[in-house]
Nanobody, 125 residues
Framework: VQLQASGGGLVQAGGSLTLSCSAS????????VGWFRQAPGKGREFVAA????????YYADSVKGRFTTSRDNAKKSVSLQMNSLKPEDTAVYSC???????????????????WGQGTLVTVSS
């Protein structure tokens, strides 16, 4: 499975941006897709996750109510809609996927088998 995140850019605080994670290769049935971010000088942190064949979504407390992840099975893509962006949201955002992952591990980057290259999001104050 190959993943590619796109859609990053520069946005002012309070603005919105939508990231996309496109997949190629084998089917994405039963895969969990997660979003992670890494700010300059910091470790990678969990942002959101969505099961490929369900509506269940999970969010970090820091983005809950502002970010929404959704998926398009036909297009084999997952989106991350980011609203009310803050300067502290500035980071490289990456998507990851795994088929064998339990709910309690969704926030753990080590639980994901496949990773795409990240896309930079910069929020100016």
């Amino acid at each position: 499975v190959q993943l590619q995140a796109s859609g990053g850019g520069l946005v002012q605080a309070g603005g919105s941006l939508t990231l996309s994670c496109s997949a190629s290769g084998r089917t994405f049935n039963n895969y969990v897709v997660g979003w992670f971010r890494q700010a300059p000088g910091k470790g990678r942190e969990f942002v959101a996750a969505i099961r490929w064949n369900s509506q269940n979504t999970y969010y970090a407390d820091s983005v809950k109510g502002r970010f929404t992840t959704s998926r398009d099975n036909a297009k084999k893509s997952v989106s991350l809609q980011m609203n009310s962006l803050k300067p502290e949201d500035t980071a490289v955002y990456s998507c990851a996927a795994s088929r064998t992952i339990i709910v309690s591990s969704y926030t753990n980057e080590d639980a994901y088998a496949y990773w795409g290259q990240g896309t930079l999001v910069t929020v100016s104050s």
